[in-house]
């Protein structure tokens, strides 16, 4: 398996990409960059091109509604042209409250968004004098719709290969299932070893049935927060806080993806609770009630045989890259955690 790690959006990222060549000479193969409503990612993805030598770099993830497809493409290509071809295009949906709320844009149709998106995408790597007509998108613009001149155009740069890798941030069944069809990786979050097969097995083998040979094999990316030691297992708390704030607050009822999925993993019962008490502002006593089971299994903190079986867990339910947070307290111990992972999944 590859290792990758998650760099974190609300920092400085000057300081934090200072650390990576670090953590490049201990083995991580690919950093992946966020974008929320923080730095822009771009910014941050070019320091990093500069700064390193072998690392491959992802957007993690850009959203699809706030830049044109054409606009993620020219991004895309003239990334993995500083970077000398080490670039992975990031690609979600976000969520309403990031899409409606911060950018002033309708959440709409995320499915059919993000094929098209791909597809456009795709169309601008190959060169081609770009024409679609799409649900969402159509290239050029028809008269009707704008002044009439507008004319098919191609990129003038020559991206480094001819198609760059897409990996699609996605957990609800039918954006899993396009997923597997038309995209080289597949990100999802709260990634549960043992309940993965059930919650996604159908809609991964639905989109795989219709997946391009070219395409290769899905890239799978759990993402894991990484201690290894008897001492960590406090550590577990540390990530309350973040599944309070997006299975409770992440969408109102009836439009909170991550909800659904505490609810697919079983955890019905306390994912309508958390919602209820976070939306009320109640966020400690929804803290409180996130499921153990659910922060122990989608991590690796614990033992070093506890993180090796559970390194292996996440082999056999089909991870093939493991994006990992280290939880060190310091530089050279998050490069140890670094180093020990990297030897685990060999």
């Known amino acids: 398996m590859r290792i990758g790690m998650a760099l974190n959006y609300s920092g400085g990222f000057k300081e934090t990409v200072a650390e990576l060549a670090d953590y490049e000479k201990a083995g991580l193969d690919i950093v992946f960059v966020a974008e929320a409503y923080s730095f822009d990612a771009v910014s941050q993805m070019g320091y990093i091109a500069a700064r390193t030598e ?17 606009l993620l493409a020219m991004t895309a290509a003239g990334m993995d042209y500083v970077s000398d071809g080490r670039f992975t295009l990031g ?11 911060f950018h002033g844009v309708p959440y709409t149709a995320p499915l059919g968004r993000t094929r098209e998106v791909i597809e456009i995408c795709r169309k601008v790597w190959e060169r081609e004098r770009v024409t679609y007509e799409g649900k969402h998108y ?8 704008g002044t009439g001149l507008g004319k098919p155009l191609k990129l003038i740069n020559h991206p480094v290969p001819s198609r760059i890798p897409i990996v699609v941030a996605a957990i609800g069944p039918k954006n899993v299932e396009l997923t597997a069809e038309i995209a080289e ?6 990634y549960m070893p043992e309940k993965a097969a059930d919650v ?13 040979a070219s395409l290769g094999e899905l890239d799978v990316i759990a993402q894991a927060a990484l201690y ?20 409770g607050g992440m969408g109102a009822k009836g439009k909170n993806f991550y909800n659904e999925l ?27 009630l996130v499921p153990q089971e659910l922060l122990e299994k989608m991590s690796l903190i614990g033992s070093e045989g506890f993180v090796r079986d559970r390194v292996q867990a996440m082999r056999e339910s089909g991870v093939t890259t493991l994006n990992v947070t280290p939880l060190g307290r310091t530089h050279e111990e998050r490069i140890k955690l670094l180093e020990k992972v990297k030897e685990l999944a060999a």
């Open 185 to 190: 990786g597949w990100e999802p979050i709260f």
């Open 91 to 101: 690609l979600g949906a976000s969520g309403p409250q990031v899409i409606e709320g």
């Open 228 to 247: 290894i030691g008897e001492e960590g297992a406090g550590l577990l708390e540390l990530g309350r806080s973040m599944a309070a704030l997006y299975i």
């Open 54 to 70: 072998r690392l491959e770099i992802a957007s993690g993830i850009l959203p699809i509604y706030s830049r044109t497809p054409t």
């Open 262 to 288: 505490a609810c697919r993993y079983g955890y019905e019962k306390e994912a309508e609770q958390i919602q209820e008490l976070y939306l009320a502002g109640s966020k400690k006593e929804a803290e409180a």
């Open 200 to 212: 996604w097995g159908p809609s991964l083998a639905a989109g795989k049935a219709k997946r391009d």
């Open 138 to 145: 159509t290239l050029p613009l028809p008269a009707d719709k």
